[in-house]
């Protein structure tokens, strides 16, 4: 550094003065970790793994002269700064992104958007089945790992239930990450998500133990009520005869639903979900498939198609799970946005 350089040196007395005046937020955060029990910062070594492009010098000062929060801002502004004027690929932010949950773990924005990236934006970037299942599951794991570190905020448990739903349309994980969210303080919006999701499996039950919740928090919740009004109407009669093993007549129920509305995800599936439990695995399969051709996007469908066949000694088609053939449409935008 030239001394002459005045620019220079006034921008390292600014930063400088930075970590001064940060210093003792640094040790509210070092006392909140070892007396409430928060987890240690992770290794250095480990953030620096990462060979990240954006890395510069101050970072680092940053990161090894123990202002991690300070550092981790800093790498969330230059993964920014690279997304919006294109400077480098999805995968250099991808590493910055890593970087920073490691340099900050508290920080939760950091973790949801770097699992969207993988689990959305980089998942449609490539046509290799086993390159969207990788992504798929470092989406879920960096959700998981968010989790450990902060396990008393419901945030990172929805945006795991979220995915699930959303993007892998496994229902039954979602409804164990969507009701672990449910143990914190969280939007109303969560209870009836849960409730949607066993509709679609379909399991009738718990789809109306979750509205009937939704109803006893909120009396005028217009959306539970509808739901309920819904399922019992229409799924409910077909479902109850199928635990009485009266499976003639429960085909018969969910038919006059299937006749009125032909593309009805919740009748398809549950006319399907009548022959399986019947044994008759081919009608099963048969209305499994009708649900998969109806909707491209109908994962559970298509799923339930590769579990059938390869149990009936059929060819299993090519990319048989809801992990290896998701929706092919543009990155979908973070919701709010």
């Known amino acids: ?75 969330w502004m230059k993964t920014h700064s690279m997304w919006h004027e294109g400077k480098g690929t999805a995968w250099d932010a991808l590493s910055l992104m890593r970087m920073t949950t490691l340099l900050d773990p508290h920080w939760l924005e950091p973790w949801r958007i770097t699992a969207w990236h993988c689990a959305y934006n980089l998942f449609v970037e490539t046509d290799d089945p086993a390159v969207k299942a990788k992504l798929l599951d470092m989406g879920v794991n960096v959700l998981k790992e968010g989790i450990s570190w902060n396990p008393h905020r419901h945030d990172l448990y929805f945006e795991l239930g979220w995915t ?3 993007k892998i349309r496994d229902y039954e994980q979602a409804a164990k990450w969507l009701g672990a969210a449910c143990r914190f303080e969280h939007p109303e919006y969560i209870e009836r998500l849960i409730a949607h999701g ?8 718990r789809s109306l133990e979750w509205y009937d919740y939704c109803l006893k928090r909120r009396p005028n919740d217009q959306t539970a009520i509808g739901a309920t009004i819904t399922i019992r109407e229409r799924y409910l009669p ?29 009748a398809l599936h549950l006319k399907a979900h009548i022959y399986e439990q019947s044994g008759d ?5 048969q209305w499994w498939q009708v649900a998969a051709d109806t909707a491209a996007l109908d994962a559970q469908a298509r799923t339930k198609v590769a579990e059938l066949s390869a149990e009936l000694g059929l060819p299993v088609p090519e990319e048989p799970t809801h992990i290896f053939k998701q929706q092919e449409e543009m990155a979908v935008p973070r919701r709010g946005e």
């Open 1 to 75: 550094m030239r001394l002459s350089d005045g620019k220079t040196v006034a921008g390292w007395i600014l930063v400088i003065a930075l970590f001064a005046a940060l210093q003792p937020l640094y040790r509210k955060i070092e006392y909140d970790r070892m007396v409430l029990g928060y987890g240690a910062p992770t290794p250095i070594t480990k953030v620096l793994q990462y060979d990240a492009p954006a890395m510069t010098g101050v970072i680092v000062g940053a990161m090894v002269g123990g202002f991690r929060e300070v550092a981790a801002s800093m790498l």
């Open 164 to 166: 699930y739903f959303d």
């Open 198 to 205: 066993y509709e679609r499996l379909p399991d009738i039950d």
């Open 238 to 266: 077909a479902w109850r005869l199928m635990h009485e093993g009266r499976y003639d007549e429960a085909i018969e129920a969910v038919n006059d639903y299937v006749a009125i509305n032909p593309d009805g995800m919740i």
């Open 281 to 285: 695995l081919r009608k099963a399969l």
